[in-house]
């Protein structure tokens, strides 16, 4: 009897295991590289790393107002429990275009390199570079970020994790700008690739997501499972005879 339970405990616990939710954690970062072009500048906060370009002067310490525009990749911490198929943010991305009144700053590329680490299901660090051409207009004309290209932190996706997790793709998505007017994204080629244009005196923020999956029990756990139950069945039946 004792054994004939145990062998029901394992088989609902591989049926339990194969069910229940996987926690997907871990953080992302960006570092920029420095623009070598004229009034503008680097710099970092306690919550993330930027670029600033097209006021005059010396870069400020970025604690209060000024009229820099402003390229900002957050430190993003982000958490959730996987079942079946979720979309989750892993990365924010933040564009501050403040109203200048000349053209003080050329166009320049403006190279971040974004880390993603992962905690759970497993160990795993990623990095690579996005590279953007910010063009740099005077007043009233809006500002605009093109060939602004990034693909899968090095991944080649679909990527499978240890633990059960699969991450499928990337994309971006807009979660807050000026007005509900400010943002505008034209994708082409494979869809991490695209324009981004926002109008003086305006903001826009994007947020970065990972599709996420379970990746389906191989057929050898059912397998496992069903010779188990098997083995379970036998034993009924001789006891029987």
């Not at 970065?208 to 069903?226: D, F, K, Q, R």
């Amino acid at each position: 009897m004792k054994k004939i339970l145990s062998i029901s405990c394992l088989i609902a616990g591989l049926a339990t295991g194969a069910q229940a939710a996987t926690l997907f954690s871990g953080s992302t970062s960006g570092q920029f590289n420095t623009p070598g072009v004229s009034n503008s500048c680097t710099y970092s906060t306690s919550i993330g790393n930027g670029v600033a370009w097209g006021e005059a002067g010396s870069c400020p310490d970025f604690t209060g107002s000024d009229s820099h525009s402003r390229l900002f990749v957050y430190d993003f911490d982000f958490s959730e429990e996987i079942e079946g198929h979720e979309q989750v943010q892993i990365g924010q991305i933040s564009w501050r275009n403040n109203r200048n009144p000349a053209r003080r700053t050329e166009d320049f590329n403006a190279d971040v390199n974004l880390a993603l680490d992962i905690d759970s299901p497993t160990n795993a660090s990623f990095s690579e570079y996005l590279w953007n051409l910010i063009e740099n207009t005077p007043n009233p004309t809006g500002d605009e970020i093109t060939t602004f290209r990034w693909d899968d932190y090095g991944l080649d996706v679909p990527y499978v994790l240890d633990g059960g997790l699969r991450i499928d793709s990337f994309s971006f998505g807009l979660i807050g700008n000026t007005n509900g007017e400010s943002l505008v994204i034209s994708p082409y080629g494979d869809g991490l690739q695209f324009d981004w244009a926002n109008k003086e005196a305006n903001w826009s923020d994007l947020a970065i997501y990972a599709n996420v999956s379970e990746v389906p029990l191989p057929a050898a756990g059912w397998m496992l499972i069903a010779a188990v139950g098997g083995l379970g069945a036998m034993r009924r039946k001789r006891k029987q005879a």
